[in-house]
């Protein structure tokens, strides 16, 4: 059984940093992306950013770039997400899906979410 464990939010001033964590248990495919969600109260969860577990290739959302990195570890299926210079439109609940493509099809997991809080 997969499971997805973050950690690393909490309450941090805007300006500030936080570096969040997502570990997975349980997951043996050799391929896969390792991403990053936001969900907002009253907001849809959207797309922040992820990596390849391969190649290392990265993707941000434009509201995030220059600002926030991600990270991963293939072997050890961690990913991790550093934000620097956070804002109060940041504040929000992260997630971390891993998602991949095998004779079944498409396969996602979720983490259980981790709150960020972007303010003085």
């Known amino acids: 059984q997969v499971q997805l464990v973050e950690s690393g939010g909490g309450l941090v001033q805007p300006g500030g940093s936080l570096t969040l964590s997502c570990a997975a248990s349980g997951f043996t495919f050799s391929s896969y992306f390792m991403n990053w969600y936001r969900q907002a109260p009253g907001k849809e969860r959207d797309f922040v950013a992820r990596v390849s577990s391969n190649s290392g290739w990265t993707n941000y959302a434009d509201s995030v770039k220059g600002r926030f990195t991600v990270s991963g570890d293939g072997a050890k299926a961690t990913v991790y997400l550093r934000m620097n210079s956070l804002k109060p439109e940041d504040t929000a609940v992260y997630y971390c899906?891993?998602?991949?493509?095998?004779?079944?099809?498409?396969?996602?997991?979720w983490g259980q979410g981790t709150q960020v809080t972007v303010s003085s």
């Open positions: 899906k891993f998602s991949t493509v095998d004779t079944g099809g498409l396969r996602e997991y």
